[in-house]
Every structure is written in C-alpha cells, then in structure tokens.
C-alpha cells in the first residue's frame, strides 16, 4: 500500500492518466474522486479476495445476515480510517489541491465492508432486479401495444426501485411482498450455490453457515431454505427441518404487536404458490406440536399457530422456523418474553436471549467528530479505537478544568458546523449560546415528537406573554422519516414546520427559542447532528421502544439524555448513573397498570392543566396560519381518543425535567462533568461489543486471522 505521500500523489497521477488520459491540471472533480477510489479499490480488493479465499480453504463457519435495508452512509472516509491512512491521503491529496470530501452517487451491488486494522474485508450483497428475458416486446409495439412492449421490464425492476413502497393499497402490498421474496430467495440460492462447489452435500450445511434475519422482513428465508432442501436437494421434511431450524436465526425489532408483520392469505397464496404450500405444512406440524404439550387449549393453538385469522403470520413463523429469538436490549428481551411473545417464551424457553443494540463508534464519533477523537486519544491514548470500553479512563478527567474547557470548544465547534447546514439551507440564523436540543429518529406516535412540540408550544405561549422571561435560549431541532401511507406523522411534520415558522419569524421571543426541521435525513446530515447536540430526546412511551441506537449516538458525542425509562435508556442511565441523564415519565409498569386496569382519562388532565388546555385548544383554534381543520386529527388521539400513548400524562413531568435540564446547563462545570460521563460509558454500546456476543452467543463462530 502507498503510505507515503510522495509514493501516493505518483501513484494517483499516473491513475488518472492511465483511466482517463488527463493531467492532474485537466481532470474533472469527478476524474479525480473515481481514480482516488481505483486505488484504495485496489488496495481493499487484495484484501477482500484473500478474506474470501482463507474462509474457503480454512473452511471456517461464515454468516450471512439478512436484511431488507442497509444504510451504510459513504463509505470512502469510514475505509480510509479502518485502513488508517485517511491523514495520510488527506494531505497528500491537499497538496494536490483536492479536497477529499466531493458527493458522488453510486450503485453498489456487492460492497467490501473493512475491519478497523485487520485484514478482514467482508461483503455486503445488494441485489437489483433486472428482465431475465428480451426488455423489449417487438410484436406488441408493432400492434400498437406500446406499454405492453416494456411491461415485464418495468415490472421487473419495479422490484427493487423503491425500498418499502406505500402499503396503503393492494398494488403497493403485493411489491412489498414481491421485494421481499425477490432479495431473500436470490440471497439463499446465492449461499447454497457457494457452499455447494466446495461441499457437493447440504448435510451439515448448519455447521458451516449460520443465516440470520433482521426483523420479519426476511423471514420468507425459512421457507424458501425449506423448498430447495426439499424440491432441488431431494431431502425428506424432517431432515430439511433439521438444516433450517439450525441454520436460522431471528433478531425481533418491536415491541408493537400491530408492527409484528404478517399477510392476507389471498395474497400470499397467489404470489408464492409452492412457499405457502411450505408455510402450511410448517404450521400444520408447529400445531400439532403445540397440541401435544397443551392439550385441549385451542385457544393457546389458535394464538400461536402461523396461519390464522386470515393471515400469514411472519413474526410466528421465525419463531418457530429458527434456533434462536433475541431482544434488543434487556427490557425489550423481558417483555417479550413476558407479555408480547409470552406464550413463545413458554414453549421455547431456551430460544430467548438478549443482545443490546450497539452502534459503531468508528462512525459516529471517530469519522463523525474529528475533533473530539483526537481530544480523546490525546488524553488516554489511542487503544480505545479498537477497544472503545477503554474510554472509561476518560473518567480520571472528568473535573479537570484544562480537558473541560476543551470538550467544550468542540462542541461549540460541532455546534457552529450544524449551524452553518441550518442557514445554508433553510436561512435561519441559531444561537450558538442556545442548548442544541435535537429529537432525530422515525417519525411515530409512541416515539412522541408530539410532546416535544407541545412543551415546545407551552414554552412559546410563556414568551409571549412575558418576552422577558428569565429562559435560557433553546435550539429545537427535529429530523425524522415516516411511512408514506402514514397520514397522523406526515401531519406532526406539517405542524413542527408551521410552528417554526411562527417561533422563528416572532419578534417578540427575541429568538430566545428556535424551531428547525431537518427534511431528508440520512447518514451523511446525521453525521452532523449528533456531534452538535447538547440534548437528546429520547420521549417514547415506556415499554414501547424496542432499544434505540440514536441514543447510543448522542451519548457518545457527549450529548446528555432526557428521556423515559424505555429501551436502551434504561442501560445507559445504569451505565452513566441518575445524576447524568434527566429521566422522566411513566414506568413500564405504571404505563402497564393503565393499558390493562383502565383509570387514565385523557380530557381529566386537560380540564386541569392550563399548560396542556392552551396547546391543545391552538391546535384547532385558528392559532395556526392553516387550512381550516388541519391539525384537528391530532386533537381528536390526544384527547377524543384518550391518548393512547399517554402524552398528556408524561407533560408535567417532562416539562419538571426540561426546568432541571435548563438550571443544571447554566453550570458550564456540572455540565460539562455529565457530558464526559456519557462519553466515557460510551464503549459499552459499540457495536464491537454487540457482533461478539452475536458470534459467540449465537452464531457459534471464532475470528479468523486473516494473513495478507
């Protein structure tokens, strides 16, 4: 590799000259970012045959990890620091006079994906679906049938075009259907092939793979491992089982049982005739199973049979068609266990486990904050990079006055970067004094941007009336996507900017308080956020968040959390202590006790709590500069509807929690104190931590040395 600079800028003259036949002074900005990336291509390639090839002839136990989306960011700047020489390049290529961050889109199919100094260059598949036959119908085109001509074309690729198409609709269902089919049967036929060249029989296949599924979207794996063990292979069902049941894997992403996937039978029968053919025959035997061991309870067999009710039940089927079931994180794991899938957990008690999400932290503070790592690594050397629970030692810092002041220049730095994305795109000057708080996650109900932009609202209404309120200044930054059928999220989007645009342009706050919406948001704005937050939401209904990784992410850039006690905050107020994140709201338990006894009443607190009468009545009141009636929907869940997600009920206390929040921030030393904190328990929620337990746990796989 060339890890000298003078070597490196030879190098990449001669590339652009044998690609392009250009000068340096010639090439175009996209020449010069396509012959940079053919050399590190290069480099990463020698290491990515050998990784294959030492798996084959070592033949090591691999695992494919299915998923029906992979959002990887760019990934130039993520190889070059696990290669460790992005400052090398860097400043070769500024000598050049080349900036190496230039956006250029590409369409992967299969991407080498790097260990952080260690050889390994594993592979991420991505599939497109193209025509198999002619894309063009001649005879249809001659008669007239113009759309006929390229239909099979259109409809082919239609598969892969949009990831989750609006469901809202049959055609749109039937897609979403097709899609998942389409990826998980392409991925299990690519895996057998491969393992067949080298092994001819699929009979200790579970020994030397392991496949498993992220969430239900790719559980149509276990049938369709059953149907080529089965239709190509020649193998008896019980033995067919056998491979599948210890091949497969399944990792659950949701609490929510409306969320648990499942489809109309009609539909899935027509689309994948002989997979339901397999799917019946599975439930009809998981049945009969269940029959045995409790016999007579039929309501028991009717909760827990795969086909039922009209659908085929997906979360049901990877139960019962793979070896092991795990959480999220603890309380996700607990009250599956316990309350979703409990009825599961009966029957298959040694199948449940829990893994705790993590994130990885090479990303989202190496990559993502610069600043801060170099601080990091300065202070306790760099072996927290390949072992991030070293960061701990950070703690031996934590009041030293010289390493605070400089946490806290780079979060204004990080700050000030945000900021400059804010004005250039939405020409909104912010406070760079204000408190940066930043909701980011999917746009949903029991996520609860809603509180936030009510608190927000309580907090305008007090300004209004008194612009000389004593309040320190707050930047409310919100960025979410949403389902496109999903109309009551699209509608708290609408109302977030509409707010924004009353707060920001209202002369009377003295811009004590700011409201932004960052549209499209994605790995590369993320990258931005979370190194620039001194807050992070983290609001949802307790018992309703799976985990979380935003958290993670604000943690570790040392942003501190208000939040509930659900999901992943749970384990982080375990790892910082109480007196370093700002907790509030229901409990899992209390939350329980109302879904199940009844005795919350929605209109009680609004006829109580002015705070929540004023902002909800502004909803529907004229307040906003809207059509008539717009916000009306939102109106009708929070108080009509008894709030299912007990919003009203968590405002009081989330509001006590902001009023803590803004008094301990005005201690730039206590503050500063809990934002270490929070970096430095940071290391447990790397996803270095996760994969291990992972492999040892689950996949019952060993690293392997790779020699280059």
């Given at each position: 590799m060339l890890t000298d600079k003078k070597r490196f800028?030879?190098?990449?003259?001669?590339?652009?000259?044998?690609?392009?036949?250009?000068?340096l002074e010639e090439a175009s900005a996209m020449d010069k970012f396509t012959a940079f990336g053919s050399i590190v291509r290069d480099y990463i390639s020698r290491k990515w045959v050998q990784t294959n090839k030492q798996y084959l002839e070592k033949d090591e136990k691999q695992v494919f990890y299915f998923s029906l989306e992979f959002l990887l960011g760019r990934l130039m700047g993520s190889n070059l620091l696990n290669l460790n020489i992005r400052g090398v390049y860097e400043e070769a290529l500024a000598e050049l006079g080349i900036d190496l961050n230039e956006p250029v889109l590409a369409v992967p199919y299969d991407t080498p994906i790097l260990g952080y100094k260690n050889n390994t260059v594993n592979t991420l598949r991505l599939w497109s679906s193209e025509a198999a036959k002619t894309d063009f119908d001649f005879s249809s085109f001659s008669h007239g049938d113009y759309m006929k001509a390229v239909e099979y074309k259109y409809s082919v690729e239609a598969i892969s075009q949009i990831l989750y198409p609006d469901d809202n609709h049959f055609k749109g269902r039937e897609l979403r259907l097709k899609q998942q089919y389409f990826f998980v049967s392409a991925g299990v036929q690519s895996i057998v092939r491969r393992y067949k060249k080298k092994n001819g029989s699929l009979t200790d296949f579970a020994d030397k793979v392991a496949i498993h599924i992220n969430d239900t979207h790719p559980v149509l794996a276990i049938p369709e491992l059953m149907r080529i063990l089965l239709d190509e292979e020649g193998m008896g069902w019980d033995e067919a089982w056998k491979i599948t049941t210890n091949t497969i894997s399944f990792t659950n992403h949701t609490i929510l049982s409306e969320a648990l996937e499942k489809w109309p039978i009609e539909l899935f029968k027509s689309l994948l005739p002989r997979i339901y053919m397999i799917v019946y025959e599975i439930n009809e035997r998981f049945c009969r199973e269940i029959w045995n061991k409790y016999p007579g309870d039929w309501d028991r067999c009717s909760a827990m049979a795969i086909i039922a009710d009209g659908f085929v039940k997906m979360a049901h089927l990877a139960i019962a068609g793979s070896y092991s079931i795990n959480g999220v994180s603890d309380i996700h794991t607990e009250i599956l266990k316990k309350r979703e899938m409990s009825k599961f957990y009966d029957f298959y008690p040694y199948k449940f486990n829990n893994k705790t999400n993590g994130v990885t932290?090479?990303?989202?503070?190496?990559?993502?904050?610069?600043?801060?790592?170099?601080?990091?690594?300065?202070?306790?050397?760099?072996?927290?990079?390949?072992?991030?629970?070293?960061?701990?030692?950070?703690?031996?810092?934590?009041?030293?006055?010289?390493?605070?002041?400089?946490?806290?220049?780079?979060?204004?730095?990080?700050k000030a970067d945000l900021a400059k994305v804010i004005k250039d795109k939405y020409a909104v000057d912010v406070d760079l004094n204000s408190i940066f708080d930043i909701q980011v996650k999917r746009l949903h109900a029991y996520k609860r941007q809603i509180l936030n932009v009510l608190h927000i609202m309580h907090l305008y209404n007090m300004l209004r009336e008194n612009p000389d309120m004593d309040i320190h200044p707050r930047t409310f930054i919100f960025s979410a996507k949403a389902a496109p059928s999903?109309?009551?999220?699209?509608?708290?989007?609408?109302?977030?900017?509409?707010?924004?645009?009353?707060?920001?342009?209202?002369?009377?706050?003295?811009?004590?308080?700011?409201?932004?919406?960052?549209?499209?948001?994605?790995?590369?704005?993320?990258?931005?956020?979370?190194?620039?937050?001194?807050v992070s939401e983290q609001i949802s209904t307790a018992g309703?968040?799976?985990?979380?990784?935003?958290?993670?992410?604000?943690?570790?850039?040392?942003?501190?959390?208000?939040?509930?006690?659900?999901?992943?905050?749970?384990?982080?107020?375990?790892?910082?202590?109480?007196?370093?994140?700002f907790v509030f709201g229901l409990t899992t338990d209390e939350m329980m006790s109302y879904y199940q006894g009844g005795g919350y009443s929605s209109e009680s607190i609004y006829s109580k709590d002015l705070r929540v009468k004023t902002a909800l009545d502004q909803l529907i009141n004229g307040f906003f500069p809207v059509a008539h009636e717009e916000f009306r929907g939102l109106y009708n869940t929070l108080l009509h509807n008894n709030d299912e997600f007990y919003v009203l009920k968590d405002f009081d206390s989330y509001d006590d929690a902001h009023s803590r929040l803004e008094k301990t921030y005005h201690n730039r030393k206590k503050w500063t104190a809990m934002s270490i904190n929070n970096i430095a328990h940071s290391g447990k929620f790397s996803s270095d931590r996760t994969i291990s337990e992972y492999a040892a746990g689950i996949w019952k796989i060993r690293p392997v040395i790779i020699n280059c």
């Open positions: 800028k030879k190098a990449f003259k001669e590339k652009l000259q044998s690609m392009y036949g250009e000068s932290h090479r990303r989202w503070l190496i990559k993502s904050n610069p600043g801060l790592s170099s601080l990091i690594t300065d202070t306790i050397g760099p072996g927290w990079i390949k072992h991030p629970t070293d960061l701990i030692g950070l703690l031996k810092h934590v009041n030293d006055a010289s390493f605070q002041d400089k946490i806290f220049e780079i979060k204004r730095q990080n999903y109309f009551q999220a699209k509608t708290t989007i609408k109302l977030i900017n509409t707010l924004a645009s009353m707060v920001n342009n209202d002369k009377r706050v003295r811009d004590k308080i700011k409201v932004i919406f960052l549209e499209n948001y994605r790995v590369s704005l993320a990258e931005k956020i979370f190194p620039g937050a001194d309703k968040e799976a985990s979380g990784t935003g958290n993670m992410k604000f943690m570790m850039n040392g942003a501190v959390t208000i939040g509930t006690m659900d999901g992943a905050n749970i384990e982080i107020m375990n790892e910082v202590g109480k007196g370093n994140i």
